[in-house]
């Protein structure tokens, strides 16, 4: 009995043993895991195609800060032979100093006192107010060589939402002595020489500054001119401007122009009255692409009462995309002659009694050509011809005044050329020829007082950031002359000025100008020698 239950307890005890050695092993061993099934499916997303639609940009609602920045003049004698007129964009001449008010002030030979100013008021965004000034007079060795000038001018604009309201009021006095005699036989009383003229003028204007809802710009203007001379003969000038403009498209815009000129002249010596009108309707259709460019239209013209067709067409081809184009045109235009305009280019002439409208026509074809970034140049040929051109004579008895006479026609086979190598804000160098030949006159024998050649030639350097070169060149072969009987040719004049300016500080810095540095003993009118070698200079001030 013991022996059974011993056996009983020995069996129990290694079943156990294996209970327990089978159960560890189960519980090491053995992981349970968890599946978790979901209909989703990560996938990466199709790219989306940029599309690009050639639609113009929109446009630029934002207004600059339109603060003035007044150059370094040079000095514009009476006694220069042409006006300069670049070709390219140039920079300032004047060193940015920064600021909104300017004063210039220097002094040169031939006691020459120059003071000029410009200041500025409003924000540029919602109204803005420019006001200038200037001041010239100088002294020549000749009796009686002396000249003055004075300038006053106001232009401001209001804006609102896509519109801008301007306007201008000028006041202008330009003061000349008729110095062009015989000095050694003549004697006259300075007073008696006196050419002094008065110009008031105004304009007004309105123009949208954003793309309106019908896609038309528009910017009609009107300006009026009170001229006289010492109050003894008046002109009263009108003249509108009603432009509008439609774009069709990238390519096509459409171009509508009404102007119009009405004169009042007076001379009160004699009560001669002269009333002149021109009227103008010019439509235009201009058609634009990357390799051709063409303007096409024409211009009803009411010139006093005759009526004239002007035409209106010119184009580009570009033979070389942005390289080399060809060019040409058949183009007319209304030059207004009025007493302002007459003695604006010779202030010496005696007071007209009578004026006629300048007819021109012009047929013209050339190159244009763009080497580089900075290089470009252009080269034409034209044949123009002039209706109701005016000339100038001298007065066959004293000879210092010069007769207003009209040439029916003329014509003018020209060649033109000019230049222009542009560096940014940096270096600028910009030439001009003019080669004129005259021909086929009926009324005169000479195309008294037009020059044959000018060479025109304008240079800018900002050698660093506080120093500024300039130089300017006009050259010229001489005109034809009547003086007392006789036909002369003036000699030819070669005029070379050049100048500088140093910035001191913010506030402040320096300039000197040279004119006619060779001294060149030309005449641009017969009779009036030019002064000669002049120097100028002085300080800038800003604040």
Do not use: C
Request: glycine share 8%.
């Amino acid at each position: 009995m013991k022996k059974r239950y011993f056996k009983f307890l020995l069996a129990t005890f290694f079943a156990q043993l294996l209970f327990v050695k089978n159960y560890a092993q189960v519980d090491t061993t053995h992981r349970q895991t968890i599946e978790i099934t979901s209909s989703y499916k990560p996938a990466l997303r199709d790219v989306v195609k940029i599309n690009l639609y050639a639609t113009a940009p929109p446009a630029d609602t934002s207004r600059p800060r339109l603060a003035y920045n007044i150059p370094a003049q040079n000095l514009f004698y009476l006694y220069q032979p042409v006006t300069l007129k670049p070709f390219a964009l140039q920079s300032d001449t004047s060193l940015l100093l920064g600021g909104r008010n300017i004063l210039k002030v220097g002094f040169g030979n031939f006691t020459t006192p120059y003071i000029a100013g410009a200041m500025s008021f409003g924000d540029g965004k919602k109204n803005l107010l420019n006001i200038y000034g200037d001041y010239i007079s100088s002294k020549g060795k000749i009796a009686n060589q002396d000249f003055s000038e004075l300038k006053l001018k106001g232009t401001g604009s209001i804006f609102n939402a896509g519109h801008e309201a301007y306007g201008s009021a000028a006041f202008a006095q330009h003061e000349y002595y008729q110095y062009g005699y015989d000095h050694n036989a003549l004697n006259f009383d300075k007073d008696m020489l006196r050419r002094s003229y008065q110009d008031f003028a105004f304009s007004a204007g309105y123009r949208n500054t954003e793309v309106n809802s019908v896609g038309i710009n528009y910017d009609p203007h009107i300006t009026f001119h009170s001229f006289n001379r010492q109050n003894k003969v008046g002109e009263n000038t009108f003249s509108f401007v009603l432009p509008a403009t439609k774009k069709f498209g990238d390519h096509v815009e459409v171009k509508v122009s009404v102007l119009g000129n009405v004169n009042a002249y007076q001379l009160k010596s004699s009560n001669l009255k002269i009333n002149s009108q021109l009227y103008q309707i010019a439509p235009e259709l201009a058609y634009y692409s990357d390799r051709f460019n063409f303007h096409g239209g024409i211009t009803p013209s009411w010139n006093n009462n005759v009526v004239s067709i002007l035409p209106n067409l010119y184009g580009e081809l570009q033979l070389q995309k942005k390289v080399f184009m060809l060019q040409g045109g058949w183009v007319g235009r209304f030059i207004n002659n009025s007493f302002r305009s007459l003695s604006n280019e010779n202030p010496y002439i005696e007071d007209p009694v009578f004026f006629y409208n300048t007819k021109e026509m012009q047929y013209y074809g050339g190159i244009k050509a763009t080497v580089g970034q900075h290089f470009t140049f252009n080269a034409k040929a034209a044949f123009i011809t002039y209706n109701n051109m005016p000339l100038f004579i001298n007065d066959q008895v004293n000879g210092n005044t010069f007769l207003v006479v009209n040439e029916s026609r003329i014509d003018n086979f020209q060649i033109h050329g000019d230049l222009n190598f542009i560096s940014q804000d940096k270096f600028t160098l910009t030439g001009a020829l003019d080669l004129n030949t005259y021909g086929s006159l009926k009324d005169n024998t000479n195309a008294w007082g037009l020059y044959p050649l000018k060479l025109q030639g304008s240079f800018r350097w900002n050698a660093f950031k506080q120093l500024l070169f300039k130089a300017d060149l006009a050259a010229f072969s001489g005109a034809k002359a009547f003086d007392h009987g006789q036909v002369k040719s003036l000699k030819g004049g070669t005029d070379l000025s050049a100048g500088g300016e140093f910035k001191i500080n913010n506030k402040f810095s320096a300039w000197l100008d040279f004119d006619n540095i060779l001294n060149s003993k030309y005449q641009k009118w017969n009779n009036y020698a030019v002064y000669g070698f002049q120097a100028i200079g002085g300080v800038i001030i800003h604040f």
